[in-house]
């Protein structure tokens, strides 16, 4: 089985670095830390207009982007 991180909006920094969309993997496990790890490494590296959290839906992990810094 295969499980997906995936970003839910590309906002403008993501698409100025040319960031993936989505990022898939073969253990659950793997997926949450990366995702945990991305959505950290975003809020660190990026213009802090936006917030980004980790949701899981279902199987997967969701990027959510939110409104304000972080």
């Known amino acids: ?3 997906h ?3 839910e909006r590309l906002c403008g920094c993501a698409k100025r ?3 993936p969309q989505i990022k898939t993997f073969d253990d659950q496990e793997n997926a ?3 995702a945990r790890a991305w ?3 975003l809020n660190e590296t990026f ?3 936006h917030e980004f959290d980790v949701v899981a ?3 997967n992990f969701v990027i959510t982007v939110g ?3 972080y």
């Open 32 to 34: 949450h830390r990366v």
């Open 17 to 19: 670095k040319e960031m």
């Open 1 to 3: 089985m295969q499980y």
């Open 39 to 41: 959505a950290q490494e």
């Open 5 to 7: 991180v995936v970003v």
């Open 67 to 69: 409104e304000g810094s």
């Open 47 to 49: 213009c802090g207009n």
């Open 57 to 59: 839906v279902d199987d």
